[in-house]
């Protein structure tokens, strides 16, 4: 089907309209900035050249009035299913869905994240996103720029050389990262699938091969992980402030997911027929175990946590709603809420020289939002102005 669904996004690139062209120097004058770092700035302007961003300063003229609005990054989420989707039928698997509406489902997500703001993306689990990647990365096809696992490696039958080879053959395909599932889902408990010897095996083999690894993991499963040397952790819950204090420990990214997942599963139920009653209850019920995760993560001030959605079916343009329930339920600040998918998500994806923050040298991916996220979280949701790359994508302001 890869090849298939390859030929059916060339063909919408042919039918999509880019971005707003605009070429020699970009100013973008702002009045209040967030660089990404934690830090605010007022007046100033963004010089944007070439693509990326050649100054910070006053200069007195604008190509574009963003004054009054909050400018910072382009967000990034470490943890998306973009290819997920509900099929013609409303269901998501529609087994009788052509290669045709799978394309443009998976250009629709892309579009709709984009336009909600985020410049990139991690995408894990699904051998559609490599296609997806390679349309959009170019300049192509207009999406975030995406970051693949392709197929995770889930088998816990496995043997260490077995693992080892499974990333070889990763590598080889083309992912950009490993994902390791070393625990079942949350509606089958949580339970411990990997080993400590697999996950070390998992883990250094994609570390030999230069390549990052993002972990499944509930429980005990947690700090197994990030003893074994994984660079980033999803989920976490049920895991122990022992599980929390090794992640510290050994400089592991941790991506908890707050109430976006659980919510959007709950409201869609309907469009999940995989989704029986009792899994329903726990899903509602990991909420507010969630809400405490986080908060007992941040107890911890050397543990870095990182912004990731698991945004599924439904989700996708939505992402920043996890930004409310972090910010709202799981008492997180505003500002620390915005680092984690600035510079810090930056960092956990080795790519915090290149996005995450607005300084000189760094990739133009800016956008600005209505209103004050430091004082209203909810600003989250009126995203304006989009620029990627240098190229403008959402534009709702003035234009000189």
């Not at 080993?195 to 083999?205: I, L």
């Not at 074994?228 to 599980?243: L, N, P, Q, R, W």
Request: glycine share 10%; aromatic share 6%; with cysteine.
């Amino acid at each position: 089907m890869g090849n298939i669904v390859r030929r059916h996004l060339f063909v919408i690139v042919l039918l999509m309209t880019v971005a707003f062209g605009q070429s020699g120097t970009i100013v973008l004058k702002t009045t209040r900035l967030l660089d990404g770092k934690g830090n605010v700035l007022h007046d100033q302007d963004i010089l944007v050249r070439n693509g990326k961003i050649a100054n910070v300063a006053s200069s007195g003229s604008a190509t574009y009035d963003l004054s009054g609005l909050t400018v910072l990054p382009g967000w990034i989420d470490t943890h998306v299913h973009i290819d997920w989707h509900f099929g013609p039928d409303g269901k998501l698997g529609d087994k009788d869905e052509s290669a045709e509406q799978a394309a443009l489902a998976y250009a629709a997500n892309a579009w709709k994240t984009l336009q909600a703001g985020f410049t990139t993306v991690q995408a894990v689990g699904s051998v559609h996103d490599k296609d997806l990647r390679d349309a959009i990365n170019p300049g192509d096809l207009p999406g975030p720029q995406i970051l693949t696992s392709l197929q995770p490696i889930a088998d816990a039958k496995l043997t260490p050389e077995q693992i080892r080879e499974e990333v070889r053959k990763r590598k080889q395909e083309g992912a950009d990262l490993i994902k390791i599932f070393a625990s079942t889902g949350l509606c089958s408990g949580g339970k411990q699938t990997m080993s400590r010897e697999q996950m070390e095996a998992a883990c250094g083999e994609a570390h030999a091969l230069g390549l990052r690894t993002v972990v499944h993991a509930f429980g005990k499963s947690v700090g197994i992980s990030a003893a074994a040397g994984c660079t980033s952790v999803e989920h976490g819950i049920f895991a122990t402030e022992e599980d929390l204090q090794i992640m510290a420990q050994h400089h592991t990214f941790f991506d908890p997911q707050v109430g976006l997942v659980f919510a959007n599963y709950l409201e869609n139920r309907e469009h999940f027929p995989n989704l029986n009653e009792q899994c329903l209850k726990d899903l509602g019920d990991a909420m507010p175990k969630a809400d405490t995760l986080l908060r007992e993560a941040m107890a911890i001030p050397t543990l870095r946590i990182v912004f990731g959605t698991d945004a599924v079916a439904g989700a996708a343009g939505r992402n920043a709603e996890e930004f409310i329930y972090r910010v709202r339920d799981g008492h997180q600040p505003a500002m620390a809420a915005m680092v984690s998918a600035n510079s810090l998500a930056a960092e956990s994806l080795g790519m915090g020289d290149q996005i995450g923050s607005i300084a000189p040298g760094m990739r133009a991916d800016i956008i600005a939002i209505d209103g004050d996220p430091l004082t209203d979280i909810t600003a989250v949701r009126r995203v304006v102005f989009v620029m990627k790359a240098g190229k403008v994508y959402r534009n709702e302001v003035s234009r000189h």
